[in-house]
């Protein structure tokens, strides 16, 4: 009816986190196009218009699931790789990044794994957590410093995002967080400093 106003809905963050956890379960066992927002709804165990005074649809889910890695990666992972030796806090980061795309599951991180992506165009909290890692290895002499930093991090996350990638083709068919720290050990030779470098 024109002119009624529209019903509006407490936020809280709990209805929100449940939201989005019943949005994964169901984006993993039907894949993302499969999934209804009418069925996230009954999973949640709250009302459609309460899903939309936190998002706009389901291209939302996969935004705030972006931006949810991100604040982890911004204060877990930086905590935890800080006070770690440069090989070290390279495994816990990689370790961090493949239990991420597990939890998000196969179907949705294919949906995501796309060239129109436009969060993957963008530098996020990942690289800078991954590249404040290398630079701290390039001062302590671990990380050979002949490439700038960012570079280094940009060839990591090509590897990273090649291992994502072929698991979604696999569809799941092995563990992701071993296969991706086997081949980050296959990379570090090539990051350790040269002999003109010590």
């Given at each position: ?38 069925e996230i709804c009954t999973r949640a ?16 889910i996969l935004r705030a699931l972006y ?110 967080e071993a296969r991706m720290l086997e ?16």
């Amino acid at each position: 009816m024109a002119g009624t106003p529209r019903r509006t809905y407490k936020k809280s963050a709990v209805t929100r986190q449940t939201i989005l956890e019943a949005a994964l379960e169901l984006m993993k066992e039907k894949g993302y196009r499969g999934t209804t927002i009418r069925e996230i709804c009954t999973r949640a165990g709250t009302a459609v218009g309460s899903f939309y005074s936190y998002f706009d649809g389901k291209t939302d889910i996969l935004r705030a699931l972006y931006a949810d890695g991100e604040t982890y990666f911004s204060t877990v992972v930086r905590q935890e790789t800080a006070g770690a030796d440069t090989e070290e806090a390279l495994r816990v980061f990689v370790s961090h990044y493949a239990r991420l795309n597990i939890r998000t599951g196969v179907e949705t991180v294919r949906v995501m794994y796309t060239p129109d992506n436009e969060w993957f165009a963008r530098r996020k909290s990942q690289q800078e957590v991954l590249e404040e890692v290398v630079r701290r290895g390039q001062e302590s002499g671990r990380i050979t410093r002949r490439l700038e930093a960012a570079r280094v991090v940009d060839d990591i996350f090509l590897c990273l995002r090649g291992v994502c990638y072929d698991w979604c083709s696999r569809n799941g068919a092995y563990d992701l967080e071993a296969r991706m720290l086997e081949c980050l050990e296959l990379l570090l030779p090539g990051l350790r400093p040269g002999a003109g470098e010590r």
